[in-house]
Structure formats: C-alpha cells, structure tokens
C-alpha cells in the first residue's frame, strides 16, 4: 500500500460541500478509490481523478450559509404559498392593486430612463471633467448675454499662450449636398481639428483619420457610409459635396461607429478644419470678436480652470483694448453643455435638453408612483381585516411579530414582482411611442445597461417596501384575543387610509388643474392676435442662393395665376441703438416689396413705404410701437433717429406700424425698424395666393428647381410656421395630460376599492338602518358624506399645489392666461364628478342590498 | 418493460456476479472488464437512481483503514433486477441473431 495521500484541499472541499446524509460514503469511496488507482496508475493520475471526483460530489446547495437560508427559505415558501392564495382569492382587488402598481412602476421608470439619458450627457467619455466649452457673458449697457461661442482668433491665441490648455478642438458647423445616383442628400456636418476625435473617442471601423489636416480630408460614420452603400469599401473614395456653388472632392480617410446620443457633438460626416483655414475670408479668421464657432479645451489638470479663466480674460483685454462691453470669458464643463440653456446649442453643439422637461418628467413619474403605493397600503389595510384570524392564529402557533411582519413585506415584494413584470411589459410597449414623443431612440436594447436596470431594481424594490411596510405594521400589532373573537377594528388604520386618500387626490388634482392650465396656455398662444394676417400666407424660410436669385424667383412667381402678393425680408437681425439719451437693443428688417400690405399689418401713423418716392427706398424707415414707446417719442413721424447698421445711418422714420408679432408670442416685442435700403441680402420670401385652395405645390416646385437646384424645396404655411414655435408646450401639455389622466384614474380606482370595501364590513348597520326605516335618500347621505369631505379636502390642497406650480411656470410668459374662476371651477367639476360618481356607485350596491341576507346569521 | 440505461445495464451485471460490493469495486471492475476508467461519482448517481427505482438495495458495510475508517455503503441487485435484465439480454440476442450475415459495408477491407 502506498504512503501518499489525496490532496488536503480536495478532502476538504468534498467535506464542505458534500450533502451531508452521503458524506460517509462519498468521502470513503473516494479514498479507497484514490488508493486503488494509485497502485494501478501511479500516483499522479490519482490524485488528478481524485480532485475531479471530488468537485463532481460536491453540490452547491450543501455550502453552510445556504444551509441557514434553507431552513429561512422555508418559511418564505409558506408566505408566497399564503401570499398567492390571499391574491387568487381576491381576485378583484388583487388585480386592481397590481394594475395600479404596474403603472406606477412603468411610469416611474420612463420617467428615470429619461433623467438618467438626459442628465448623463457626455460623461461617458474619459475627459469629460477636463473638457470645457469657450462661452461668453456680455454685459452693455443693462443687457446681460450668455454667448455659447468663440472666434478663431481666440482659440488660436487661447491654444498658443495658455501653457494649461493641452489640447483645442475648434468645431465650426456646415452642411452640405451629396449627390448619390439620383437623388440629393443634405447632410450637415462639422470642420473640425484632430483632437476632437481622440476627444470623442472616436471609434474606427474603417480607416483611420491619419493627420486629418489636409482640406479634402473627411471621416464619415458607420450609418452615412450605409446610406451611401460604401460599408466595408470607404476608405480612400471620392465624396462629392456641395456647399453653395459646385460639387467639390473629399477623400473618405476613415469610418467611425456610431457616435453614442447622448454625446453633445454628434455628426455624421466630420472634415477637416483645415478646410476652413483654406477657405474662409481672412476677416473671419484673424477677427478677435467674430463668434461664429465653438471651441472645446481640454486642460492638463480640471483645477486650472480659474486661472484659465482669467488668462482668457487677460487676453481678451490685450486684443481689445478699448472695448465698451464687459466681457468674461468662462469654461462651461463638457458634462453641462446639454442641459444648460443658456449659451445656447448651436454651431455643431446638438439640440440640448430641457430641465424643465426632465423635472416634469420625474414629478409626474413619481405622483404616479405614490398614488399607486397609497393604493397598494390601502387596499391591504382594509382586506386585512379578513385576514386577522389568520394572523391570529399564526401567532398562537408560535410566529412573533416580526416574523408576520417579514410575512407580509413578503407579500408586498411578491405583488410588487408580479407589477414590476407587468410593468416591464407595460414599458417595452410603449417605448416606441415615447422615444419618438420625447424624439430619442430609444429602444428595448437600451433598457439592458446596468445603471437602468440597478435604478429599476431600486425603484421597484422600494416600491414594495414603501407600499407593504405600513399594512405590515398594523397587521402584526393585532391583539390574540380580539382577532381571534373577530372584534378587531383597525383605528388608526382608518385614520391613515383616509389620510392617504386625501394626499392621492391632492396630487391629482394638481395635476389636472395643471394640465387644464397648460392646454389654456397652449390655446391662448396659439390662438394669440399677432395682428398679422396668416390668411393664404406661404412662406419660404432661409432660401440658401444670391440675392440676385432670390428676385428671380419672386418676379417668377409673379407670373402665376394664384399668386396675388410676393415680399422678401432679411430676416429679424439685432443691433444696438446708441444716443446720448438711451441705448438699447433694437431688432431690424429689410423688406423689398409691400410687405406691410402682404401681411394686413396696420400702419398706425404717417405712412407706408411709397415706390415713387426715392428717399424711401434708402433713408426712410418704418418703426413699430414699441419703438416709439422705447424711445419715447412725441411725434415719431419725421424724427431723425440715432440708428445705424452698415451704410444706413440717421434715417429718417415715415411711417409707424402696429406692434405685430413678428416672433412667437412666448416673447415681448422688440423695438424694430423696417427700412428698405439694401444692407442685408433677402433671405426668407412671403408669397400670397388668392386662395389656400389653388396652391398648386407642384407649380411652385418647378419654379424653385429653375432657380435653386440643387437644393431641395421647401415651404411651409406661415399660420403653421407660427403653430410651430409652441411644440415644447404643446409637448409638455400632453405630458401632463397622460400623468392627469393616469392619476385620476389611479386615484378613483383607489378610492373605489376603499369604499367598497370599507362597506363591506358595514353590511350590518346598513341593514339595521334599514330595518329600522332609513330611507335610500338618508343612507346615500350618511356614507356619501365622509368621502365627500376627504375628496373636498384633497381638492382645496391640490388647488393650492397647483396654483404655486402654475404660476411658477406662467411667470415665463409675458402673454398668459390666469389661473381663474375658470380653470378652478373645471378641476373641482371634473375631480369632484370623478370622485363622486365612484363612491355612490359603490353606495348604491350596498343599499339595494336585501337587509335580510345579512342579518340572518344572527 | 422499463428502459435500462447503458451505464445502468452494466453496473447491474457486475452486480449481479458479485455478492455485495461497494462503489470502488464496481469501478474496479468495470476497469477489468472494459478497459476504461468510471468515475466513483457516476457510479454514485447511477446507483441512488436504481435504489429509487428499486432495482437496488444498499446498507452500511464495515469500516476499513484505507477509507480512513470511514463505514462503505454496499449495494446488491435485487431479484426485480434480475428478471428486468436477463429479459433485455434475451431479447438483445433475440436481436442480435438477425445480424449473422454481415453485408460488405460491415467488414473492412
């Protein structure tokens, strides 16, 4: 016989993790086995079958902790067992309860999968703490400006002289035509430098950037190399674009995966910024205050940012002197740039988020999400009353109160399972619909990262903790005795359910006094008198052609039938008014053609633009009401006024127009000028046809490919051009709209369940009540009234909710409904109905009840 | 009939040559008779199967030194098992008789 011995460990494992019952067997087998083997095969295959065998007995089970946890397991087994029997038994409120819940929870994770996406912006990305945007405050006068912008000058200078700032990423944006076999894609793009793809962390599927500082260079990403067919065969081809005058060459250099959506700089073709140096006019190269790009910095060390700051400040002041403004420059962190309103999104930044938006979002979410748990607590309180026998007698057995306690949580995690199951069904449903109300896209793949799944899982799991924790404690402090006899009341369960059914209708009615409010709003806008007549008006924005063009087009359009009036504008810019008295910003307009007339806008004063009069065509200026008010003009007409932009200087004012809305009606209106003179190009063209019916789009498409091919035609109504400006609050009013109706849903269904079943366990009075000769009417009165009170009750605080949230967000609006007579009488009309409707529905099958049925066992 | 597993059908023959044996000796055996190693665990699955189909039986034998003074388990094929098993050999010759020509595709040339 041999000396040796099986390895240590091995025993050791089987020892522990054999089942015990078959410990003897298994452990001598495995000896006696290793001894034979080792006088048949030598020692070392032995020992090696030994270990095999060994890990092949062993079953995880038999590990100790899962050994306590078995006998703890147990018990839980018991309490699903229970716990799904209590739900199949109630079938209908166990399911109301559930539904409810499932909406909360589905609701509640959108709304989190929406913050997380939204408030993560960028952050992925490894630098993100070092990099910051160029942005601008500029003070002059009173006006404070939040400029997201910066000059090649100033990222030059910036990049040269500020030893902190390791890398420049300047990112000025275009866009551009490419023509693929037939048709034309337009696609924007950026110019940028180098860095930003390592700060981007672009990933290359194809290719690679190389040094990327030749003008023709340009990296396409995975889905436009799709859209042009040239995945797998990119690099090195010819990329044909235009961008105002002809199609010019560029040589794909590389494919990149797709850049992650929630990053801020996210475009599909990406050229060197070379390309720009090349072809830009000086001036607008070597200009210190021409903002027409954004810069990102990345620094060596997050901590230098102060001193970064006020270098860039040193520097501005080298350049410019004897500037008036106040001008600071700041480093806005890369992590910020997405939800922060203020510097704007523009110039090859993508469109930001709102917090707003996100607020609402988690607000509505959560309303949601307590209502449905007030639902769960309640229901359960008062279904538990049945069950107190069976409490009690858990007790007498021997369970303390902690463990019904745990019982009963374990019920809760068990609904709240079954709800979040429901619920997860719930959202992939309708992921679709809301990635594209939201105009994200989403999709189900998306729900499979771990920061969603961990913020559900903590959603969910304190849902059933939140929800089960309050039945739990009152069903676990139940007497023996009195359960037992059946006289156990829950006191303080009442006074809580009632409390909580209060708070469910305070916050629905918030909400739908809210959401009533919003839709007032939205109305009020969209239905607002800008004093500009929309009638048959079409229009076409920003045309990308010469202004010699654009006239073409016009007299072209002259010629046809339909068309009664055709006007061209420059577009609203903005410059600063400047005299001893005053200064103030002023907007201006160039106008060819009677546009006054086009529009129906009223002259108030003086006169219109006159054709045969020569100085009007280059001194004479409209002016609007608020101009005059601004100015504080007497008698405007035939003042000289202190204006200036390019070549028109102290012009002489002829005319005063009604304050027309020439921007939507979130806005004031600006001080404006109107001149006719020839000091910005035509841009945008208004065109009136004698009926909305005779428009004939192909006629009109014809005529803008004879001027302006290759670009694609556009138009648009200018009623609907208008309705536009409002699509954030018209989104926003659906928001509110879905949480108002889901709330009050919720809401009812809980109060529904409440009633029913606290008059459940009142059958008795009622039939003595009714023995002894209550009539209906009397009844109806007696258990409608306490109900009444808490929905009253939760309706006064849910108006005062509201009205503060209310006129928080209406304080954005210069133009704007009240929160009045009107809307309040609504939302206690539509609550209290709601509400009431319920509550004698359940009333009702109470007092048709036969008293007899229920007073017989006595 | 009930179905015999191959594994099952050769640990209860070696069974049933033998008088009470333990796990080892089955291994043992096997080794001798096919030339292959049986993993002490296999025959330890195969053996609680049989024992709940009742083809069977097992009772604690006496300790020896090179278990470590561990008692073994000892098993023995119950008469059940007998019937069940000389059945499947009678009707696997059965079986088999219908293979005395081999066809060409059988012998390697």
Request: hydrophobic share 40%; net charge neutral; glycine share 6%.
């Given at each position: 016989m041999s000396i040796s011995s099986p390895p240590k460990w091995a025993n050791w494992l089987i020892e522990k993790l054999c089942p015990e019952s078959r410990l003897e067997e298994v452990q001598g087998d495995l000896h006696e086995a290793y001894h034979w083997r080792v006088s048949e095969f030598g020692t070392t295959k032995a020992k090696w079958l030994f270990v095999a065998e060994a890990v092949k007995s062993s079953r995880i089970s038999s590990l100790t902790p899962f050994k306590r946890i078995?006998?703890?397991?147990?018990?839980?087994?018991?309490?699903?067992?229970?716990?799904?029997?209590?739900?199949?038994?109630?079938?209908?409120?166990?399911?109301?309860?559930?539904?409810?819940?499932?909406?909360?929870?589905?609701?509640?994770?959108?709304?989190?999968?929406?913050?997380?996406?939204?408030?993560?912006?960028?952050?992925?990305?490894?630098?993100?703490?070092?990099?910051?945007?160029i942005v601008i405050d500029f003070k002059r006068g009173d006006d404070l400006h939040y400029i997201g912008g910066s000059s090649n000058a100033m990222s030059v200078q910036f990049r040269d002289k500020i030893p902190e700032i390791d890398q420049v990423a300047r990112i000025k944006s275009d866009f551009g035509l490419i023509q693929k076999e037939d048709e034309v894609i337009e696609q924007s793009l950026i110019m940028t430098d180098r860095s930003l793809i390592s700060l981007l962390e672009l990933n290359f599927l194809e290719g690679a950037p190389g040094a990327f500082d030749q003008p023709n260079d340009v990296i396409i990403s995975e889905t436009l190399a799709g859209t042009l067919n040239l995945r797998g065969k990119a690099v090195g081809e010819i990329l044909s674009l235009n961008?105002?005058?002809?199609?010019?060459?560029?040589?794909?250099?590389?494919?990149?995966?797709?850049?992650?959506?929630?990053?801020?700089?996210?475009?599909?073709?990406?050229?060197?910024?070379?390309?720009?140096?090349?072809?830009?006019?000086?001036?607008r190269l070597t200009t210190w205050f021409d903002l027409n790009m954004n810069t990102l910095v990345k620094l060596h060390d997050k901590k230098a940012v102060a001193s970064v700051e006020e270098?860039?400040?040193?520097?501005?002041?080298?350049?410019?002197?004897?500037?008036?403004?106040?001008?600071?420059?700041?480093?806005?962190?890369?992590?910020?740039?997405?939800?922060?309103?203020?510097?704007?999104?523009?110039?090859?930044?993508?469109?930001?988020?709102?917090?707003?938006m996100i607020r609402l979002f988690a607000g509505i979410g959560i309303f949601c999400l307590i209502i449905s748990m007030i639902n769960y607590s309640n229901f359960n309180?008062?279904?538990?009353?049945?069950?107190?026998?069976?409490?009690?007698?858990?007790?007498?057995?021997?369970?303390?109160?902690?463990g019904i306690f745990s019982q009963l949580i374990t019920e809760s995690f068990l609904s709240s399972f079954i709800a979040g199951l429901l619920a997860?069904?719930?959202?992939?449903?309708?992921?679709?619909?809301?990635?594209?109300?939201?105009?994200?896209?989403?999709?189900?793949?998306f729900l499979i990262n771990y920061r969603f799944i961990l913020g559900a899982l903590v959603i969910l799991i304190s849902t059933a903790i939140i929800s089960g924790f309050y039945p739990a404690l009152i069903l676990s402090r139940f007497s023996i005795v009195k359960s037992l006899k059946g006289e156990q009341k829950i006191r303080s369960g009442k006074w809580i359910t009632q409390t909580l059914l209060g708070v469910q209708f305070i916050l629905a009615t918030g909400l739908v006094a809210g959401m009533l409010t919003m839709r007032e709003q939205v109305k009020f806008l969209s239905s607002f008198d800008t004093k500009i007549n929309f009638d048959n008006v079409i229009y076409h924005d920003y045309i990308p052609a010469e202004e010699g063009q654009v006239k073409k087009f016009m007299l072209d359009l002259e010629q046809l039938p339909e068309v009664e009036q055709v006007a061209a504008i420059s577009g609203y810019n903005g410059t600063?008014?400047?005299?001893?008295?005053?200064?103030?910003?002023?907007?201006?307009?160039?106008?060819?053609?009677?546009?006054?007339?086009?529009?129906?806008i009223q002259i108030v004063d003086g006169r219109n633009f006159n054709d045969e009069i020569t100085t009007d065509q280059t001194q004479g200026v409209l002016v609007n009401e608020a101009f005059v008010k601004r100015m504080g003009l007497e008698n405007p007409v035939g003042e000289v006024i202190p204006f200036k932009y390019n070549k028109l200087e102290d012009p002489k004012i002829?005319?005063?127009?009604?304050?027309?809305?020439?921007?939507?009606?979130?806005?004031?209106?600006?001080?404006?000028?109107?001149?006719?003179?020839?000091?910005?190009?035509?841009?945008?063209?208004?065109?009136?046809?004698?009926?909305?019916?005779?428009?004939?789009?192909?006629r009109f498409e014809q005529l803008w490919i004879k001027n302006f091919d290759p670009f694609p035609f556009e138009y648009s109504f200018l009623e609907e051009e208008y309705l536009s400006a409002y699509e954030s609050e018209n989104q926003m009013m659906h928001l509110v709209g879905i949480g108002c109706v889901v709330s009050i849903f919720l809401a009812g269904m809980g109060l529904l369940g409440i009633v029913g079943l606290q008059l459940n366990q009142r059958f008795k009075e009622i039939s003595i009540r009714k023995v002894l000769g209550a009539s209906s009417v009397n009844l109806y009165q007696v258990f409608t009234k306490k109900y009444v009170f808490i929905v009253a009750i939760g309706l006064a605080g849910g108006l005062t909710l509201g009205y503060y949230l209310i006129e928080d967000w209406l304080g954005n609006y210069p133009f704007r409904v009240d929160f009045g007579v009107g809307i309040i009488s609504v939302t206690i009309f539509v609550t209290l109905s709601i509400a009431l409707i319920t509550i004698i529905s359940q009333v009702f099958k109470v007092v048709r009840a036969n008293p007899v049925k229920f007073l017989r066992d006595e | 009939m009930e179905l015999v597993g191959s594994l099952e059908e050769i640990v209860l023959m070696i069974l049933l040559r033998n008088d009470k044996i333990n796990s080892v000796e089955i291994a043992k055996e096997y080794y001798n008779a096919i030339g292959k190693n049986l993993s002490v665990p296999s025959i330890h699955v195969t053996l609680k199967r049989m024992q709940k189909k009742g083809w069977v039986k097992s009772e604690f034998g006496s300790p020896t030194a090179e278990r470590?003074?561990?008692?073994?388990?000892?098993?023995?094929?119950?008469?059940?098992?007998?019937e069940l098993l000389s059945e499947l050999t009678k009707a696997k010759s059965e079986l088999w008789k219908g293979i005395t020509k081999p066809s060409l595709q059988y012998v390697h040339i």
């Amino acid at each position: 016989m041999s000396i040796s011995s099986p390895p240590k460990w091995a025993n050791w494992l089987i020892e522990k993790l054999c089942p015990e019952s078959r410990l003897e067997e298994v452990q001598g087998d495995l000896h006696e086995a290793y001894h034979w083997r080792v006088s048949e095969f030598g020692t070392t295959k032995a020992k090696w079958l030994f270990v095999a065998e060994a890990v092949k007995s062993s079953r995880i089970s038999s590990l100790t902790p899962f050994k306590r946890i078995n006998q703890q397991l147990m018990m839980f087994k018991n309490y699903f067992k229970t716990g799904w029997r209590f739900l199949k038994k109630n079938k209908l409120y166990s399911s109301l309860n559930i539904l409810g819940l499932a909406m909360g929870i589905s609701f509640c994770w959108l709304a989190y999968l929406y913050a997380d996406d939204e408030m993560n912006y960028d952050q992925y990305l490894e630098h993100h703490e070092e990099t910051y945007r160029i942005v601008i405050d500029f003070k002059r006068g009173d006006d404070l400006h939040y400029i997201g912008g910066s000059s090649n000058a100033m990222s030059v200078q910036f990049r040269d002289k500020i030893p902190e700032i390791d890398q420049v990423a300047r990112i000025k944006s275009d866009f551009g035509l490419i023509q693929k076999e037939d048709e034309v894609i337009e696609q924007s793009l950026i110019m940028t430098d180098r860095s930003l793809i390592s700060l981007l962390e672009l990933n290359f599927l194809e290719g690679a950037p190389g040094a990327f500082d030749q003008p023709n260079d340009v990296i396409i990403s995975e889905t436009l190399a799709g859209t042009l067919n040239l995945r797998g065969k990119a690099v090195g081809e010819i990329l044909s674009l235009n961008r105002g005058d002809d199609f010019e060459d560029f040589i794909i250099r590389g494919v990149y995966q797709e850049i992650p959506a929630n990053t801020s700089v996210r475009r599909h073709l990406i050229m060197s910024y070379s390309n720009y140096l090349a072809n830009a006019p000086e001036r607008r190269l070597t200009t210190w205050f021409d903002l027409n790009m954004n810069t990102l910095v990345k620094l060596h060390d997050k901590k230098a940012v102060a001193s970064v700051e006020e270098k860039m400040n040193d520097l501005h002041h080298e350049n410019e002197p004897d500037s008036e403004a106040e001008v600071q420059f700041k480093l806005q962190p890369m992590s910020q740039i997405h939800l922060n309103q203020d510097y704007g999104h523009y110039n090859g930044i993508a469109r930001g988020g709102s917090v707003e938006m996100i607020r609402l979002f988690a607000g509505i979410g959560i309303f949601c999400l307590i209502i449905s748990m007030i639902n769960y607590s309640n229901f359960n309180i008062s279904l538990y009353i049945n069950r107190s026998r069976e409490v009690a007698l858990r007790k007498v057995i021997g369970a303390e109160r902690k463990g019904i306690f745990s019982q009963l949580i374990t019920e809760s995690f068990l609904s709240s399972f079954i709800a979040g199951l429901l619920a997860l069904v719930v959202l992939i449903l309708i992921l679709p619909l809301f990635s594209s109300f939201v105009d994200k896209s989403y999709t189900p793949g998306f729900l499979i990262n771990y920061r969603f799944i961990l913020g559900a899982l903590v959603i969910l799991i304190s849902t059933a903790i939140i929800s089960g924790f309050y039945p739990a404690l009152i069903l676990s402090r139940f007497s023996i005795v009195k359960s037992l006899k059946g006289e156990q009341k829950i006191r303080s369960g009442k006074w809580i359910t009632q409390t909580l059914l209060g708070v469910q209708f305070i916050l629905a009615t918030g909400l739908v006094a809210g959401m009533l409010t919003m839709r007032e709003q939205v109305k009020f806008l969209s239905s607002f008198d800008t004093k500009i007549n929309f009638d048959n008006v079409i229009y076409h924005d920003y045309i990308p052609a010469e202004e010699g063009q654009v006239k073409k087009f016009m007299l072209d359009l002259e010629q046809l039938p339909e068309v009664e009036q055709v006007a061209a504008i420059s577009g609203y810019n903005g410059t600063r008014i400047v005299s001893d008295e005053t200064q103030f910003d002023v907007r201006h307009l160039r106008i060819n053609k009677d546009l006054m007339n086009l529009l129906d806008i009223q002259i108030v004063d003086g006169r219109n633009f006159n054709d045969e009069i020569t100085t009007d065509q280059t001194q004479g200026v409209l002016v609007n009401e608020a101009f005059v008010k601004r100015m504080g003009l007497e008698n405007p007409v035939g003042e000289v006024i202190p204006f200036k932009y390019n070549k028109l200087e102290d012009p002489k004012i002829i005319g005063v127009v009604e304050d027309y809305h020439f921007e939507s009606a979130r806005n004031v209106i600006d001080p404006l000028v109107i001149y006719k003179s020839e000091q910005y190009p035509l841009q945008s063209v208004y065109v009136k046809v004698n009926k909305a019916a005779t428009f004939n789009k192909e006629r009109f498409e014809q005529l803008w490919i004879k001027n302006f091919d290759p670009f694609p035609f556009e138009y648009s109504f200018l009623e609907e051009e208008y309705l536009s400006a409002y699509e954030s609050e018209n989104q926003m009013m659906h928001l509110v709209g879905i949480g108002c109706v889901v709330s009050i849903f919720l809401a009812g269904m809980g109060l529904l369940g409440i009633v029913g079943l606290q008059l459940n366990q009142r059958f008795k009075e009622i039939s003595i009540r009714k023995v002894l000769g209550a009539s209906s009417v009397n009844l109806y009165q007696v258990f409608t009234k306490k109900y009444v009170f808490i929905v009253a009750i939760g309706l006064a605080g849910g108006l005062t909710l509201g009205y503060y949230l209310i006129e928080d967000w209406l304080g954005n609006y210069p133009f704007r409904v009240d929160f009045g007579v009107g809307i309040i009488s609504v939302t206690i009309f539509v609550t209290l109905s709601i509400a009431l409707i319920t509550i004698i529905s359940q009333v009702f099958k109470v007092v048709r009840a036969n008293p007899v049925k229920f007073l017989r066992d006595e | 009939m009930e179905l015999v597993g191959s594994l099952e059908e050769i640990v209860l023959m070696i069974l049933l040559r033998n008088d009470k044996i333990n796990s080892v000796e089955i291994a043992k055996e096997y080794y001798n008779a096919i030339g292959k190693n049986l993993s002490v665990p296999s025959i330890h699955v195969t053996l609680k199967r049989m024992q709940k189909k009742g083809w069977v039986k097992s009772e604690f034998g006496s300790p020896t030194a090179e278990r470590g003074g561990r008692r073994k388990r000892i098993y023995w094929a119950t008469p059940k098992a007998y019937e069940l098993l000389s059945e499947l050999t009678k009707a696997k010759s059965e079986l088999w008789k219908g293979i005395t020509k081999p066809s060409l595709q059988y012998v390697h040339i």
